[in-house]
């Protein structure tokens, strides 16, 4: 890193530093907010709470690229969101209309389904009308 790239850096922290000081923001949720936007499935540990290797991590980017699922540009759009005829298809399970009609009646009993214009559920209209879920 060269000088000018140094001072920049330690003078746009310390700005937002003294700004989140002056707004009465503890260091350590300044520093969860700034991280946030970097935190999400791509960089996060596995579940399991094992470390991939190397060699893992390098297997799941190249499946990544050859299915056209890993974010590429500015844009954060994914080659098979730009281009879904040049990638192999999606296996998609396919419930059956009885599943699908149980589905929307329990939402409907729940008053889960949006109804109206505004998009609202019945439940966020009038939420002691509906059973706990």
Known sequence: MNKTSLLLATL???LSGA????AGIPATDLEQRLAEPYRGALFEAP?????????????????????????????GLTPRERNPA??????VVARSRAEVKAELAEALRLGLAPIG????????RAPAMYPAS
């Open 47 to 75: 579940a399991e709470g094992r470390a991939l290797t190397r060699e893992q991590v390098r297997a799941e980017l190249a499946e990544a690229l050859r299915l056209g699922d890993a974010p590429v540009g500015e844009d």
């Open 12 to 14: 746009a922290l310390t």
């Open 86 to 91: 040049a990638f192999p298809a999606r296996a």
């Open 117 to 124: 214009e505004d998009g609202l559920a019945p439940r966020d």
């Open 19 to 22: 700004a989140a000081h002056a």
